[in-house]
């Protein structure tokens, strides 16, 4: 069993009886306490939807739920609903567009290394890689010999984020995002 501290964002973890999978995690330390840190979560019920928060203590104990990760690829939009493929059964996964906001900001079509995470067979989460490769649509022009310079400006990408890149990525370029810090991590390979 883990402990508060060591619990991650979209890890499935029991509480109250429930399976929650975790959306969101704020660390504080409270002055002039003595302890530790304080883990106020964001939580998510599988089963209803609802949204819960609650604080753990940094070395209070956490069951982590049974749950199984399939690697999938995106197959198209219904609504609201975004479905994924199975890429060993093609069994269809279906997501509220709702409850994977934040992960559609780095997908496409070409996205590969996607997971969805089942909870007793219920889609309930996607997982992304560590880094995707997406095209710049809108920055300003790229500045010749800018590239031993450290200065950022901001790039919108083809999936509608928008991060900060080095002066030299100009519009059209393909560049690798770290989907986990929403940052630059360099060109993709061509």
Known sequence: MPKASEIKKNMAVEHDGKTFIVRDIERSVPQGRAGGSLYRMRMYDVVT???????FKDSEMMSLADLVRRPVMFSYADGEEYV??????YTPYSLNKESIEEELL????????IQVVLVDDAPVALELPTNVELEVIETDPSIKGASATSRNKPAK????AII?????????DKIKVNVEERKFAGRADK
């Open 49 to 55: 939807g609802r949204k819960v928060d609650e604080t």
């Open 84 to 89: 994924f493929m199975d890429n060993e059964d």
């Open 106 to 113: 780095f997908l496409n079509e070409a996205t590969t290394g």
């Open 157 to 160: 990408l083809a999936t509608g």
């Open 164 to 172: 900060q890149v080095p002066e030299h990525i100009s519009t059209g």
